[in-house]
């Protein structure tokens, strides 16, 4: 039940670290997790099917992870893309401690996390990488993506894995509905039971 809070700024239960060795980027990582997070014990399904599927973020400027968790997706930025400036968030200090503790572990410089309020509201985003929290419920989700989704740069994309039974395809429409016309929203690839979801902002 502890993970159940994960999106709790201050989890119940001790923040005990442990040892997680997972694949990112095409080799073994060796990182700490701990309990009170989403997904402590590895890499979980959407995330995974997110970074098969997506081609590879901006090689330069700002990239962003909305819901960092331990850091699989900005970790993975921050591999891929070593000249750009990755920035994690998520509301559980626990998971913005181990974010930036696995960056440091894996000699990342590039790599940042922080919550929701701290980032510089000036600064927009090339890429956007999430697998967001659907079970904060959908008020809260709908609120986040409109806090962040509107900061890609022109001509920037974002890419969201959703699972089909917890609302992709009723989502993917009310994005297309409610993001102005600068915005393009499209389902890009289906495995197993999640979308992928992809929001491109027009080159202005």
Avoid at 31 to 40: A, C
Avoid at 67 to 94: F, K, S, Y
Avoid at 158 to 167: D, P, S
């Amino acid at each position: 039940m502890e993970s159940a809070h994960y999106f709790s700024a201050q989890p119940a239960g001790p923040f005990t670290r442990k040892p997680l060795t997972v694949e990112l980027a095409g080799a073994t990582r060796r990182l700490q997790t701990s309990s009170g997070i989403f997904s402590p014990d590895g890499l979980d399904k959407g995330t995974a099917i997110l970074l098969s599927e997506v081609p590879p973020p901006a090689p330069q400027g700002n990239l962003l992870d909305i819901g960092c968790g331990w850091g699989p997706i900005a970790l993975t930025m921050g591999l891929l893309a070593p000249h750009a400036r990755v920035q994690a968030v998520d509301v559980n200090e626990r998971c913005v401690t181990l974010t930036n503790e696995n960056a440091a572990l894996l000699d990342l410089g590039n790599v940042t996390a922080c919550l929701p309020d701290d980032v510089d509201p000036a600064v927009t985003f090339d890429t956007i990488w999430s697998n967001p929290p659907i079970r904060i419920g959908k008020d809260g989700l709908h609120e986040l993506l409109l806090t962040w989704l509107p900061r890609l740069a022109s001509g920037g994309n974002a890419w969201l894995v959703v699972q089909k039974n917890l609302g992709a395809d009723s989502l993917q429409r009310w994005l297309a509905e409610t993001l102005d016309g600068s915005f393009s929203v499209s389902r890009e690839s289906t495995s197993k039971s999640f979308r992928v979801l992809r929001i491109r902002r027009a080159s202005q």
